[in-house]
């Protein structure tokens, strides 16, 4: 299992931005695992950020993000995103994505970076 994050970068506070992971593996059904996004900031332990069911027909948030973030799936694409709006420096943190149940439940990307700042 292969696991892409891209769409990171530097946005000034209240900015947007959205983040993609694309799937890939030889016998990888990317439609049987829930996924999850997590962030890991500086000097932090790595933090779980929201969650996506199989299908996509359920989600979750923490607490810091919840009313601002929304997780998505394309599963056709193989596809999972992170939309960020009104983004804070505290969002500042390499974000993850990870298979969180299923098949092949416990696999990460490699990150992508967001930065907050003015």
């Known amino acids: 299992v292969q696991l892409v994050e891209s769409g990171g970068g530097l946005v000034q506070p209240g900015g947007s931005l959205r983040l993609s992971c694309v799937a890939s593996?030889?016998?990888?059904?990317?439609?049987?695992?829930?996924m999850s996004w997590y962030r890991q900031a500086p000097g932090k332990e790595r933090e779980w950020v929201a969650l996506?069911?199989?299908?996509?027909?359920?989600?979750d948030y923490a607490d810091s993000v919840k009313g601002r973030f929304t997780i998505s799936r394309d599963n056709a694409k193989n596809t999972m995103y992170l939309q960020m709006n009104s983004l804070k420096p505290e969002d500042t943190a390499v974000y993850y994505c990870?298979?969180?149940?299923?098949?092949?439940?416990?696999?990460w990307g490699q990150g992508t970076q967001v930065t907050v700042s003015s």
């Open positions: 990870k298979t969180q149940w299923g098949p092949r439940s416990g696999y």
């Open positions: 593996g030889f016998t990888f059904t990317f439609s049987r695992n829930g």
């Open positions: 996506i069911s199989s299908a996509g027909e359920t989600t």
